[in-house]
T-cell receptor
Framework: NAGVTQTPKFRVLKTGQSMTLLCAQDMNHEYMYWYRQDPGMGLRLIHYSVGEGTTAKGEVPDGYNVSRLKKQNFLLGLESAAPSQTSVYFC?????????????FGDGTRLSIL | GENVEQHPSTLSVQEGDSAVIKCTYSDSASNYFPWYKQELGKRPQLIIDIRSNVGEKKDQRIAVTLNKTAKHFSLHITETQPEDSAVYFCAASKKEYGGSQGNLIFGKGTKLSVKP
C-alpha cells in the first residue's frame, strides 16, 4: 500500500513550456486534491475532484487544468508555464464518510519555472 | 468563505517546555479541524484532529482544544523534543450530514523550533 504517489519529484521548465504532474492513490479514495505551497502562504487549493470524471476549481485555479479519467489518478496540467507557478505541488486524497475524513498527502513535486 | 488565521508564525522553545499554537476560523458552520506537521522537505502529515462535537482531544504529548463560541482552536505540545521541530498547519472544513466532503482551508503555518 503505497498511499499517494506523485511523479515527477522535481522538474525545471522554461517559461511557456507545458507539463503534466501525475498523482496516483491506491486507497480507493473518492476525493483527490491538488495544492500549491509557497513560502509563508500555507497550502492553497488549485483544483479538486469528488469522483471519477469530475473536477472543480479551488482557490487558485488560473493557469492550471486537471483531469480525473480514472478513480486512482488525478492529473495536473500547466499549459504554458509561468515563473509565478514556481512552487511545491502536493496532491492529497481522502474518502467519504458521515463526517469529514483526514486528507493523505503525497511527497510533493518541486517545480521551477525559469 | 472560510478564513483561517494562525499564530504565531514562528515559535522557539527550550526542550522540555510546552508549545501552544492558536488558530481562529470565520465560518461558524466549520466542524472539522485537523493539524498537520511538515518536516523540512517532507509531506504534511496529520498529527491530530478534532470535530465540533468535542472540546478537547489528547494523544500522548499532543492535545487540541476547540472553543466553538469564540471560533478558535489550539494545538498544545507538552515536553517538547528536538524532533518536534517542524512547520505546523491548522485547517478547518465543514460537512453537512449526507453532503459532500468540505474542502480544507489551511492556516499559513507555524515554524516551531525546539532548542536542545
Amino acid at each position: 500500500n503505497a498511499g499517494v504517489t506523485q511523479t515527477p519529484k522535481f522538474r525545471v521548465l522554461k517559461t511557456g513550456q507545458s507539463m503534466t504532474l501525475l498523482c496516483a492513490q491506491d486507497m480507493n479514495h473518492e476525493y483527490m486534491y491538488w495544492y500549491r505551497q509557497d513560502p509563508g502562504m500555507g497550502l492553497r487549493l488549485i483544483h479538486y475532484s469528488v469522483g471519477e470524471g469530475t473536477t472543480a476549481k479551488g482557490e487558485v485555479p488560473d493557469g492550471y487544468n486537471v483531469s480525473r479519467l480514472k478513480k486512482q489518478n488525478f492529473l495536473l496540467g500547466l499549459e504554458s508555464a509561468a515563473p509565478s507557478q514556481t512552487s511545491v505541488y502536493f496532491c492529497a486524497s481522502t474518502t467519504t464518510g458521515n463526517s469529514n475524513q483526514p486528507q493523505h498527502f503525497g511527497d510533493g513535486t518541486r517545480l521551477s519555472i525559469l | 468563505g472560510e478564513n483561517v488565521e494562525q499564530h504565531p508564525s514562528t515559535l522557539s522553545v527550550q526542550e522540555g517546555d510546552s508549545a501552544v499554537i492558536k488558530c481562529t476560523y470565520s465560518d461558524s458552520a466549520s466542524n472539522y479541524f485537523p493539524w498537520y506537521k511538515q518536516e523540512l522537505g517532507k509531506r504534511p502529515q496529520l498529527i491530530i484532529d478534532i470535530r465540533s462535537n468535542v472540546g478537547e482531544k489528547k494523544d500522548q504529548r499532543i492535545a487540541v482544544t476547540l472553543n466553538k463560541t469564540a471560533k478558535h482552536f489550539s494545538l498544545h505540545i507538552t515536553e517538547t523534543q528536538p524532533e518536534d521541530s517542524a512547520v505546523y498547519f491548522c485547517a478547518a472544513s465543514k460537512k453537512e450530514y449526507g453532503g459532500s466532503q468540505g474542502n480544507l482551508i489551511f492556516g499559513k503555518g507555524t515554524k516551531l523550533s525546539v532548542k536542545p
